[in-house]
């Protein structure tokens, strides 16, 4: 199994709702990634886990709180959040972190911030 | 300004016909490049993956090449057909980070016509 899942595909809020990103796989990977990718743009790296501890914090505002309950599964917790970051939220995994292992990515969840 | 710079930024060909698309980076040293094929809307997927010590990697109609000397790398695609439209995007191992952080390319949109 070399899937990386994510729920939901779509999510659309408003400015004062909260809500989550949910990522998962089953491939025995310790490294797990959030990105965001605005369109017809390369993805931007938001934070990364290795070994479920926070590893990378690219200055990502605390309006996104990322968590990490096991070696499994990625959520990304979605508050306040303003109509620019609507955008393509797309999480990825790989064996570890600390050597030139493939990155798999997920389909993506499209998020739309109204 | 971005240390990996893709040419051309979107190209159309007919379907049969074969393309190459270019990559140049400033990242240096590096771990590995790879090239990941992009559906709109969905997650990257990988399609090579070469050290610096390595000049070719094929996968199926695709044949990436690398020349560390004057940091270029190729992506040929053999036979096009309708499925190969899609964004190409070269990227780079951030080599402060291990493979934590990938140095993402502009990418090049790539349209199969019939």
């Known amino acids: 199994d070399t899937e990386v899942t994510q729920t939901p595909k779509h999510l659309v809020m408003g400015m004062t709702n909260k809500k989550s990103l949910k990522c998962e796989q089953h491939m025995g990977h310790r490294a797990m990634y959030w990105y965001k990718q605005k369109a017809k743009k390369p993805p931007e790296l938001m934070f990364v886990y290795s070994y479920e501890k926070l590893s990378i914090n690219e200055s990502v505002p605390s309006r996104f709180s990322p968590e990490c309950p096991n070696s499994s599964l990625l959520n990304l917790h979605l508050h306040a959040l303003q109509p620019e970051d609507s955008a393509l939220y797309l999480c990825a995994s790989s064996l570890s972190a600390g050597a030139p292992y493939e990155q798999y990515f997920g389909p993506g969840t499209r998020l739309t911030v109204t | 300004k971005n240390q990996v710079e893709q040419s051309p930024q979107s190209l159309i060909i007919l379907e049969g016909k074969n393309c190459t698309l270019q990559?140049?980076?400033?990242?240096?040293?590096?771990?590995?490049l790879r090239w990941y094929k992009q559906d709109t809307g969905r997650g990257p997927v990988s399609l090579t993956i070469?050290?610096?010590?390595?000049n070719t990697k094929s996968n199926g109609r695709y044949t990436a090449t690398l020349d560390a000397d004057t940091k270029q790398s190729s992506l040929h695609i053999t036979a096009s057909q309708l499925s190969d439209s899609a964004s190409y995007i070269c990227v780079v191992t951030d080599p402060n980070f291990g493979n934590e952080k990938l140095t993402f390319g502009t990418g090049t949109r790539l349209t199969i016509i019939p």
């Open positions: 070469m050290t610096f010590s390595e």
């Open positions: 990559c140049n980076y400033t990242v240096s040293p590096f771990s590995n």
